[in-house]
């Protein structure tokens, strides 16, 4: 085992960068980790001819992987690749088609438990496919030496469904980027909003629908800004970005007509940070997330949020926004109608929600992440460090004793 005090050879598996929020995770958390130690040496694992777009740095070095990701082939080159490179600790930051046989400690993320949770495909999908994902989350659970998930809810589900110790989970709250997503706006992007997406001030926002619309809830949303459009008596208009699956599957597609909807599709990151910058309120009524970066994204950008007490969204909303329970869309729709004509409480669940966000950051995430690295690595040194840090008032997010 390599001393606490020398350089740190981590392999970080970036293969499964793409446009979702595990890419944000993957290019975030790198760029992070870049900037918060001196001593490790990081060596970014990637699909060859597909590199990942983060911000370059002295301590690390870029490997390319031929093999696909779920091939047995990938399993032989990732040992090879890890043997051959001395690397100490390999990180997965997916819980999924994760390597099984490395000559090193294995760390994975586990954003959350949905497959075991809630049904997310049609039936005959749903028994050719999610047995072999269950399988394939238990297999990682028992080879891992340590597992970081997004948040405290995610942390319980791993020990009550996988049957993980807490000793070997650490929870890291993730982050927004402030790049894209933060409290300064301009008349520019106001006027960009409506020449290139016919959105303009007043305007509510809803959570994007991802790959699990089933979990996303999407018809209490609706239903609850087409009841304050009526109480109000006048259509409520609602920008909403993302994919089209879970509009597509409305139970009761008609109440769209009670609302002024604008489907804006996939949008690049700065207009999204615009159009939240600029929104009197974003909505997410989700089932259950495993952490809900959205609602951390719109109150970063001092948007009043409304949101459910699905999965961790009221652990990470904090008291910087109005929570419900996922089906109440009358204390939704009441809320909303306040946001919408009450100015004064709007200002002051924009405060709460900049207040709320402040307390996260990719760095604490990278600090935190390197910390449970060096658990792992030399679990003694780490103690006494977590002391040190408690002695500081530093956050450390769940770390085993």
């Known amino acids: 085992m390599r001393p606490l005090g020398s350089d740190m050879r981590i392999a970080f598996d970036a293969r499964w960068y793409n446009q979702s929020g595990v890419g944000t995770y993957i290019r975030q958390l790198l760029n992070a980790i870049c900037a918060a130690d001196s001593e490790l040496q990081l060596y970014v694992f990637e699909e060859a001819g597909k590199p990942v777009p983060f911000c370059p740095a002295a301590r690390l070095s870029r490997v390319a992987v031929r093999s696909s990701k779920l091939s047995l082939g990938s399993q ?6 890890c043997r051959a490179l001395h690397i100490d600790l390999f990180h997965s930051p997916f819980q999924y088609g994760v390597p099984l046989f490395l000559p090193c400690p294995l760390v994975i993320t586990v954003h959350d438990l949905i497959p075991f949770l809630f049904r997310t495909r049609d039936w005959y999908k749903q028994l050719a496919a999610v047995p072999w994902v269950k399988l394939g989350c238990r297999v990682a659970a028992l080879r891992t030496r340590h597992i970081i998930t997004d948040s405290l809810n995610t ?8 049957g993980v ?7 890291v709250h993730l982050a927004a980027s402030h790049d894209a997503f933060h409290s300064n706006g301009s008349q520019r992007e106001t006027e960009r909003l409506e020449q290139t997406y016919r959105v303009c001030p007043p305007y509510a926002v809803v959570g994007s629908a991802g790959c699990n619309w089933r979990t996303k809830n999407l018809d209490t949303a609706i239903e609850a800004v087409a009841s304050a459009s009526r109480a109000l008596g006048r259509r409520i208009q609602l920008a909403i970005y993302g994919p089209r699956t879970a509009i597509e599957n409305l139970k009761n597609p008609a109440v769209l007509s009670q609302v002024d909807v604008r489907y804006l599709g996939y949008m ?7 159009l939240l910058r600029n929104a009197e309120l974003f909505l997410m009524t989700s089932l259950y997330e495993g952490f809900g970066l959205p609602i951390l994204e719109a109150m970063s950008c001092a948007c009043p949020v409304i949101t459910s ?11 910087g926004a109005l929570i419900f329970d996922p089906k109440d869309s009358r204390g939704m729709s009441q809320a909303i109608a306040l946001l919408l004509t009450n100015p004064e409480e709007r200002e002051r669940w924009r405060k709460r929600a900049l207040a709320r966000a402040a307390d996260f950051s990719w760095r604490k995430a990278a600090e935190q992440t390197i910390a449970a690295y060096r658990q792992v ?3 003694l040194a780490a103690d006494s460090r977590a002391v040190t840090w408690q002695s500081a008032g530093m956050p450390e997010g769940r770390r085993s004793a």
């Open 377 to 379: 690595l030399d679990p």
């Open 76 to 81: 032989y080159e990732l040992r090879t690749l």
């Open 309 to 319: 007490s699905g999965g961790s969204l009221a652990e990470v909303a904090g008291d």
């Open 268 to 274: 690049p990151v700065e207009d999204i940070g615009a």
């Open 165 to 171: 110790p807490a000793t070997r989970i650490t929870t």
């Open 155 to 162: 942390a319980h589900d791993v020990e009550k469904i996988l």
